[in-house]
């Protein structure tokens, strides 16, 4: 920092002269000080190198003048290299007499003829006292830091019309004599004013702290029209006088501070003209604890206020406003076209009023709200809502809501009292407390259940208190329509069980439609008649279930158990009704049958992969008479085999597949469409002697099936291992006889959903069942005079389960119980395949297959609430296989192949698809 320069101290010194000045200087190189020399009119031209050296950079320049006379120094213009760092400027200026000078800092040329004050970089400058300066700089320069207690200061660059910026980080003005005035392309980071008054008259302010004095967006000091419009963006409101007359104003907040503020918009200018102001306010914070209100309205009024206790008056004609503060009245009724209101947690509205095209997130809290049209999202509170059109999603809390012209509210939080006057539909899935009113509307109640978690029981989701008439929905003069209601029993029998229970209404009874009734199970005896009508009653518990629907009453074929595993029919009397078992809404005996196919078709498509299709696996270097191109059995299976090394004594391979199948489980079932993708890894080592082939495989299985008609899922895995062995016992000529056998457990794991019929909701449980079975297969390949091979094959399957208790615990409380079971199938199977070789090292099969199941035991029990019920499994009995596959040698000990497999039974009940790609290798 420069030593003390002051002009109050330079008073006593004049003489004989006009003025006096100290200026204390020092550059990179030099430094100096010159006084008590007459000012002229020259002009200062600190970037006189010859003279200062260093010129690019100055620690400090402090100027200091006392005058008398101005007349020698006016316009004085202060100029510094282009591109200079100043680290501190400082002009300070004290008059006797006479009027305060103009001082300059502008653009010119300079010593040498080269520009000056362009691209300057200014750290601390400070302009005081008795002087009108101007700064009008070029090019992208900065100032850090600009203290004004000058009694002018204009703020500009040299060419407004051009690409020239001054970018100030802070300014401040504190003295109540000075004025300050933004112009075109100057971007001021923070202006605190404290005291005295500035005009923007272009340019952006990022944050106005506006502590005290006047501050005039969009005029000129003589109160007309500024040149340009002028944006400010962030409006903190402690003290002092805010007027606008054109320009933007992107935020306000308001301090806690217990000041007073005026802020007025749409100010006339001096010739009573206005300006092009639209009111563009989209962020109103209130800081602290503090009481500030701000009120929005259209008149363009004025209200100077104390901001703990008072309001201010904002014209607000478009864009989007987030409130953070206490807001006493919001009125965008007069916005055009869509508008945004966020009422923020913690923030308040009084009373907001608003548009046809509105979309209210509220997380605080409004008193009072008078909604035209649009969206109301509410998280927070509304004390009282009028609801004239568009729609509402209440998560928070509303008091009073009522709806005169809405058409859709989802309801997930709590209202207090609702009224209806129109048509709309109401989704209520939380809680409105003091019931419903429906005064000469049509309204659409829709009231969502669910199960109590860990009971049998279940509760609805939406919950509807009482009126002051002691009823859930009144319905005066209206038409009333509850397109799903559950009750949770079959009939509530006495008046006080019906007033705790039931579904209370009053008003107009005929013009209220029940559609669609669900009731609780668990206690059902299907040997029993229920009155239907006792589950509507007046406030008196007396039963009016005969008098809705037009005097038509309730409708017994619309009455359902949330299971669906009840129907109910018309058995009595009027009104009354009984139960019966719906057999095609279990669910024990689909999981069964598509457990049971899907190890059917697994098996097939398994056993065929597992026997090597394809390929053979090992020559048996056995030798007997050549066919008719001179071949013998040994070069015949070598022509066959996928590996050339002899000396190979084990085979391993990797087969991912993919299943796709459909099955008809009867034409009130439906069909079950499965998919599911595996993989199985095997090893196989021939055995010395001759004595076959043994092996080890295992494998895993995801499956993902449906059955449409009973909304029913299930998806799980599979696990299984087992072993093989093959042994050709006897050759003949140009023919070998063997025999196959395979042995396999697994481990299946189901998770079943179930969804219900009408109503949004589901169950589910997990089924396990442990799984065995073998494969026995005998037959002989004969090679023909083209080098193919034909291999007829007979044999047989078992297939063997047992399945571990499994239950579903439905909503309504019904129970479906399947007890442990064994289930036991043997086939008899034929098939026949055709395998070529096309050259040594591409090879194509084809097979054709039958398959009869001899012998079945698959009998299931259900303990369905009291009721025991046994079912045998209805499985296909007669099955047709296609096979066909290639395959290609990479190397003499790999190759690899894709195969496919189809399995169809009798009567179209089933049809399935396959695909597997293999690799293998002979180690």
């Not at 109103?284 to 206020?305: C, L, M, Q, Y």
């Not at 006792?534 to 009453?553: E, F, M, R, Y």
């Not at 090394?645 to 499965?674: C, M, W």
């Amino acid at each position: 920092m420069p030593p003390e320069n002051n002009a109050n101290d330079l008073i006593n010194q004049f003489n004989s002269n006009n003025n006096v000045y100290t200026i204390y200087w020092r550059t990179i190189t030099k430094k100096g000080k010159f006084k008590k020399q007459f000012m002229d009119t020259r002009g200062w031209s600190a970037d006189n190198e010859n003279y200062y050296t260093g010129t690019h950079h100055y620690y400090y320049l402090s100027v200091a003048l006392a005058y008398k006379n101005s007349t020698n120094f006016n316009q004085l213009n202060w100029k510094f290299k282009q591109g200079a760092q100043v680290d501190y400027l400082k002009f300070d200026y004290k008059k006797t007499i006479e009027n305060a000078p103009w001082q300059n800092m502008k653009e010119e040329n300079g010593s040498y003829g080269a520009l000056t004050n362009r691209n300057l970089t200014i750290g601390t400058f400070d302009v005081k006292g008795d002087v009108k300066f101007e700064i009008k700089l070029g090019g992208k320069s900065t100032i850090d830091t600009l203290n004004n207690t000058a009694e002018r200061l204009n703020i500009k660059v040299n060419n407004e019309n051009g690409t020239d910026t001054l970018t100030i980080s802070t300014l401040n003005q504190t003295t109540a004599t000075s004025d300050a005035q933004i112009f075109k392309n100057v971007n001021i980071g923070t202006f605190n004013l404290q005291n005295g008054k500035s005009y923007q008259r272009g340019g952006s302010v990022g944050t106005l702290n506006l502590q005290g004095g006047e501050f005039h967006l969009g005029a000129k000091d003589d109160m007309s029209q500024a040149e340009h419009n002028g944006v400010v963006n962030n409006l903190v409101l402690q003290n002092g006088t805010f007027k606008q007359y054109k320009g933007e104003i992107n935020n306000i907040t308001l301090t806690s501070d217990k000041e007073t503020a005026s802020f007025t918009t749409n100010n006339s200018f001096q010739n009573q003209t206005q300006g092009t102001y639209d009111g563009l306010i989209s962020n109103v914070d209130k800081n602290n604890n503090g009481e500030n209100t701000v009120t929005f309205n259209n008149n363009g009024g004025t209200i100077t206020t104390t901001l703990t206790s008072g309001q201010l008056t904002i014209d607000n004609k478009k864009g989007d406003i987030t409130n953070n503060g206490a807001v006493s009245s919001l009125d965008v009724s007069k916005k055009q076209g869509s508008a945004v209101v966020n009422n923020s947690s913690g923030a308040s509205i009084d009373k907001l009023t608003s548009n046809n095209d509105l979309t209210i997130n509220n997380q605080g809290k409004i008193s009072d709200l008078d909604f035209s049209g649009g969206s109301v999202n509410n998280g927070g509170e509304i004390a009282k809502l009028d609801l004239k059109g568009g729609s509402l999603n209440n998560a928070g809390t509303i008091t009073t809501l009522n709806n005169t012209n809405g058409v859709a509210i989802n309801n997930q939080g709590t209202i207090t009292t609702f009224t209806n006057k129109n048509t709309a539909t109401i989704h209520n899935q939380g809680k409105i407390t003091k019931g419903i009113i429906n005064d000469g509307g049509t309204l659409t109640v829709v009231n969502d259940f669910r199960r109590i978690e860990g009971t049998k029981n279940f509760q609805t989701i939406g919950e509807i208190g009482k009126t002051t008439k002691g009823v859930h929905i009144e319905n005066n003069n209206g038409k009333l329509n509850i397109p799903i209601w559950y009750f949770n029993k079959e009939e509530y029998t006495t008046a006080e069980e019906r007033k705790n229970k039931a579904l209370l209404v009053d008003g107009d009874y005929a013009n209220i439609s029940l559609e669609n009734a669900f009731v609780s199970t668990h206690n059902l005896d299907v040997d029993e008649t229920y009155d239907a009508y006792s589950l509507i009653a007046d406030k008196n518990g007396n039963s009016v279930g005969d008098k809705i629907n037009n005097g038509q009453g309730i409708d017994v074929n619309k009455l359902y158990s949330v299971s669906g595993i009840y129907t109910f029919e018309n058995y009595g009397g009027k009104g009354r009704y009984r139960a019966i078992i719906n057999r095609d809404e279990l669910s024990g005996r689909t999981l069964a049958q598509s457990i049971i196919y899907s190890q059917r078709v697994r098996n097939v498509n398994l056993s065929r992969m597992l026997r090597e299709a394809t390929t053979q696996v090992f020559v048996s270097g056995k030798k007997s008479e050549v066919n008719a191109n001179g071949k013998s059995l040994s070069q015949l299976e070598r022509l066959h085999t996928n590996h050339r090394d002899e000396n190979s004594q084990n085979h391993s391979f990797v087969i991912p597949y993919y299943q796709n199948f459909r099955a008809n489980l009867g034409s009130e079932t439906g069909t079950l469409k499965s998919n599911s993708s595996g993989m199985l890894i095997a090893t196989q080592r021939q055995l010395p002697n001759d004595y076959g082939v043994l092996g080890i495989y295992t494998g895993f299985e995801n499956v993902d099936q449906k059955v449409n008609a009973q909304r029913l899922e299930i998806d799980g895995n599979s696990y299984y291992a087992g072993l093989t062995y093959k042994n050709s016992f006897y050759e003949d000529d140009l023919t070998t006889y063997f025999m196959n056998l395979t042995t396999k457990i697994d481990y299946i794991k189901r998770d079943v959903t179930k969804a219900y019929r009408g109503y949004i909701g589901s169950v589910s449980s997990t089924a396990k069942v442990f799984g065995y079975g073998a494969n026995a297969r005998v037959g002989l390949s004969h090679y023909l005079k083209n080098d193919a091979k034909i291999s007829p094959q007979i044999g047989f399957n078992y297939l063997g389960m047992h399945s571990k208790p499994f239950t579903l615990n439905h909503l309504g409380g019904t129970r479906e119980h399947y007890l442990a079971q064994n289930f036991n199938f043997i086939d008899a199977v034929a098939t026949v395949k055709y395998e070529t070789p096309w050259i040594n090292r591409f090879k194509t099969v084809v097979a054709l297959g039958t398959i009869i199941n001899v012998y079945k035991d698959a009998k299931g029990t259900l303990h369905l609430d009291s009721n025991v019920l046994n079912a045998e499994l209805d499985i296909a009995r007669l099955y047709g296989v296609v096979q066909g596959g290639i395959s290609y040698d990479l190397t003499k000990d790999s190759d690899i192949s894709l195969g496919y497999s189809g399995i169809f039974s009798s009567a179209n009940i089933i049809r399935s698809h396959a695909l597997m790609f293999r690799y293998a290798w002979w180690w």
